[in-house]
């Protein structure tokens, strides 16, 4: 039995492929400004939840203040 790209299995793959053309579809029909707040979005929840994993003590308004503004709160030390 064949695999594609990385052991994906081609069933895996065929359905990958398919949420990719499903969102170049609707992805054209964004204008910039929400397109941006996406990916700021993303950015953030990928960062919070990433380091909340790896025991990062940030509350997610903190994660928020050092991702968007470069600040820090409290006693964690900006490094």
Same mark, same amino acid.
């Given at each position: 039995?064949?695999?594609?790209p990385e ?8 359905? /990958? =492929?398919?949420?990719i053309?499903e969102w ?7 204008v910039? $400004?929400?397109?941006?707040? &996406?990916?700021?979005?993303f950015r /953030? =929840? ?6 909340h994993i ?6 997610? $308004?903190?994660?928020?203040? &050092? ?11 900006r490094?």
């Amino acid at each position: 039995m064949g695999s594609g790209p990385e052991g994906i299995s081609p069933g895996a793959l065929a359905e /990958l =492929e398919a949420a990719i053309s499903e969102w170049h579809d609707v992805r054209p029909e964004m204008v910039p $400004d929400d397109d941006e707040r &996406l990916r700021r979005k993303f950015r /953030l =929840e990928w960062n919070y939840n990433s380091n909340h994993i790896e025991g990062n003590a940030l509350t997610y $308004d903190e994660t928020v203040l &050092l991702l968007i503004y470069g600040q820090t709160a409290g006693s964690h030390p900006r490094l």
